[in-house]
């Protein structure tokens, strides 16, 4: 499935998982191309899953896994076979990829979809990760009550999200899904569900991946600018719009990971 293939409402779905437009995704592969982790904390992640009773073999479900770095950590470091979803196909193919040189291609599985239809058709899993992608399936709480059809009773949510500092407010619709600590607590445990562990990013931490993100993606960009200077508008706005929600992230949200079990 190729981008031009997509519905305009998954055109726009993909463009607003890389805080983008649609105009800008033919080139978004060059311009993240040095980048596997997207955002997501893989290591977070696995030292969670470790964390819980080992109970053979595993599955787990991971929605909008980009490059699957997520997935192939998970597989390379645990074992638990993994299926990852994302709706753009040239990720997909990399996390493919990836899957292959990590030596994981027998434990890994990524496919092209949707996760607003995935969602109601995979289920029975150990657990289910959304990580840094928490708006594409709606606000936290309708999240979660599509996130627990995926796991089986007694199985986890890992939810890699944010929420605002004390005092913080963002006036910018993108950011109307993050809310205060305690009810984004609220939100996520609003269908009975227990939270089992809670794993805080520190800002310094953010603040280093930001840094190199923007270095990898200003050297991208003056590079297609070199072939495509008709574009500079363009994407001299996608790299204004990164350093503008990377001093948002550092300054006025935290980042952090949730393991939720299903009730």
Known sequence: MNFIELTAKQQEQVAKGFDATPELIPFIPYLLQDL???GSSPKVIVDILKS???LQPRRVLDLACGKGAVSCRIAKELGYHTLGIDLFKPFIIEANLRAKEFGVANLCNFEVGDINT???T???FDFVILASA???LGNID???QLLRQCVKSNG???YDGVFLKEGSVINRPEYAIIRSYEETIRLLTSHGDKIIMEVRIPVEEIKAINDSYLVYINNRTNE?????PEKKELLNGYVKRQEEECKIIESEIVGCVWCIEKR
């Open 122 to 124: 995979k289920n029975n």
């Open 224 to 228: 297609l600018l070199s072939k495509f």
């Open 36 to 38: 596997w982790e997207l």
């Open 52 to 54: 819980i009773e080992p």
């Open 134 to 136: 928490e708006s594409l």
């Open 142 to 144: 309708t999240a979660i």
């Open 156 to 158: 986890y949510i890992i």
């Open 118 to 120: 995935e969602v109601q």
